[in-house]
């Protein structure tokens, strides 16, 4: 992030900074940064604006204490704007709303690439600490077995009323099944394809 290559004296000194969750790519906010703001961004890794009303940087959350903190920035292809992903704490809008945009920012369900990646590094770089590389270096027909391992247990704790038991099991059956797709060289966007032409010949 130390390394971004930004041109402020093409905007003036400013360059807009769009705000996104990391977790949900829900787009929270937009401000605007100088290089000020930027460099304090980067040193506290909460993000900061120049406020163009009070003509002076501020911290988001410096008041409410719902800071974003920042995961990692990037630069468009003009070098003049800002993408900036967040893990925000709390509510963003000062009227209270997840967004500046009045959208709800409560699905975690795009966790799901970022696990995808992880995963996909544990196979290409493995290591002697990863059970995941270690599920990789069984095979196949290992992993196929742990999905249906969990399969199995899932099928087992949606009999019973414990929450807690059953999340667990669903967690480790959907890990097993990012495992297996890319073991065989699938990608998750293959099964939303079958899915999705399938909702369009119903």
């Not at 990037?74 to 009045?102: A, M, S, Y």
Request: net charge negative; glycine share 4%; aromatic share 6%.
């Amino acid at each position: 992030m130390n390394n971004l290559n930004i041109d402020f004296e093409k905007v003036n000194g400013l360059v807009p900074a769009i705000i996104q969750d990391v977790d949900t790519n829900v787009v929270l906010m937009l401000g605007y940064m100088n290089q000020e703001a930027l460099d304090k961004t980067l040193e506290t890794k909460q993000v900061t604006f120049f406020s163009r009303t009070k003509q002076r940087l501020w911290t988001k959350g410096e008041t409410s204490g719902n800071f974003m903190l920042v995961d990692h920035i990037t630069v468009d292809c003009d070098n003049d704007t800002l993408l900036v992903k967040v893990k925000p704490l709390g509510h963003v809008c000062h009227t209270g709303e997840d967004t500046c945009f009045g959208e709800s920012n409560k699905s975690k369900t795009m966790f799901i690439d970022h696990l995808r990646e992880i995963i996909k590094d544990r196979k290409n770089n493995p290591s002697d600490q990863s059970y995941t590389a270690s599920l990789f270096a069984k095979g196949i027909n290992k992993i196929a077995q742990k999905v249906g391992e969990e399969a199995v247990e899932i099928v087992i704790e949606a009999k019973d009323d414990n929450k807690d038991l059953f999340m667990g099991e669903a967690a480790d059956l959907l890990y097993h099944y990012l495992v297996l797709l890319e073991a065989k060289k699938y990608e998750l966007d293959e099964v939303m394809d079958v899915l999705i032409d399938r909702h369009k010949n119903k």
